[in-house]
Structures are given as structure tokens and as C-alpha cells.
């Protein structure tokens, strides 16, 4: 295994992200997927290239490309197996497969995705991450994670320093002034249709 700077990054790579991938597949899961990225992308426009920073397997890219076919993908995913599997849905040559901190390129996407990954982010390392998005963000950045007006610290499945909640999107907004805040949302575990994990969405458009 490669080594991180960080142990969020180890706990990913390792096992505990193989079972996640396991956990987190289903045609239940790709149908919610499509009904969030319908709501949480209405407001863009003429999208041609996308990057996801922590793809897992693809479930996101695959309600995606259900959405905008015509859309190019490329990804960023830390664990081994779950990139292996990625590789079944976009080409190889797309996959960043290392940590988020080791990411760099002078490309720029039209759509910027970060879902359920900065929720796991050591928040001491959260300024590099919110510097590599906004660096890799034409026009779109899209934000849906766990939501606190404060900082906060939880256990995560019986493992501590593993899961935090903030306002990422203000964060950034308030250390890139080029984002504003074009339209948010909260998707609910209790849907009776469309349910994911209390996510608060948040889509910033950058003013160049």
C-alpha cells in the first residue's frame, strides 16, 4: 500500500474503504442518484467535462452519465479496488488513483464533484483540498456533504477522528471570493422514493 500523509487516507485505502464499496452499490442507490443530480444540476448549463474527487466505484458518474451522455469523465479515487472497478466505467487513463493531496493538473472541468469526501477529510488538511478544487473548477463546483454551522467531531462506525461536519461550501466561498452561491438543497434518509444519507448540497458557480 502506498503511504499518506494523513490517517483518513490510510483508513480509505485500506480495508475499511474495500467494504464501502460493497456497502455502497445497488439499483436503489444509482435511482436516488439520478433524482439528486437532476435537483442539484438544474441550474447549469452546457456541461462538457466533469471530475469527481473520490469516485468509489462510480455510482455517482453512472446516474451522471444518465443525465448528460455526452459528458467526459475523469476521477480521483484512493482505494485500490474501488478504482479497479471504476475502470468498468470510465477509461483507465482517467483515474487518478492516489489521495486527493497528490492531485495535480493544469486541466480545468466544467463540473467540479465532491460527494461524501470531505466529511472525511482531516480538517487540518482541509485548506490543500479547497485550494486543488478550486484550481480544477471552470464553472461549476458541486458540494453535498454532511452540514454544521459549527465544526464537529463524530464517530464513525466505532471509529473516531474519522468523520467530521462544517460549512465547507461558506469556507470556500469565503476563501475564493470567484465562488458564489448559485443553489442548495438537503436530500433525506426518509424519502419514501429518492432517499440518501442527509446530505446538504451545495452548487457554487465561479465568476472568471
Known amino acids: 500500500m502506498k503511504s499518506f500523509c494523513t490517517e483518513q487516507e490510510e483508513f480509505w485505502a485500506g480495508n475499511f474503504g474495500d467494504s464501502y464499496s460493497e456497502r455502497n452499490k445497488s439499483e436503489k442507490l444509482l435511482s436516488s442518484n439520478l433524482n439528486f443530480f437532476s435537483r442539484a ?9 466533469c471530475i469527481e474527487f473520490g469516485a468509489n466505484i462510480g455510482m455517482n458518474i453512472q446516474a451522471l452519465m444518465k443525465l448528460f451522455p455526452d459528458l467526459e469523465f475523469n476521477a ?3 482505494n485500490k479496488k474501488a478504482s479497479e472497478k471504476l475502470k468498468n466505467i470510465i477509461p483507465k487513463e482517467k483515474i487518478f488513483e492516489d489521495s486527493i493531496f497528490n492531485f495535480n493538473s493544469n486541466e480545468v472541468w466544467d463540473l467540479v464533484l465532491i460527494k461524501g469526501v470531505l466529511i472525511h477529510i482531516n480538517p487540518e488538511m482541509l485548506g490543500k483540498i479547497y485550494e486543488i478544487l478550486e484550481k480544477a473548477t471552470k464553472k ?3 458540494i453535498a456533504e454532511y452540514y454544521s454551522r459549527n465544526p464537529e467531531t463524530l464517530v464513525y462506525r466505532g471509529f473516531d477522528n474519522k468523520l467530521y461536519k462544517r460549512d465547507f461550501a461558506g469556507e470556500i466561498i469565503d ?28 452548487l457554487l458557480q465561479k465568476i472568471n
Open 41 to 49: 444540476l438544474k441550474s447549469t448549463n452546457s456541461l462538457k467535462k
Open 76 to 78: 480521483v479515487e484512493i
Open 140 to 142: 461549476y463546483l458541486l
Open 175 to 202: 476563501k475564493y471570493p470567484a465562488f458564489e452561491l448559485l443553489d442548495y438543497g438537503f436530500v433525506y434518509h426518509r424519502d419514501s422514493n429518492f432517499p440518501l444519507d442527509d446530505i446538504t448540497w451545495f
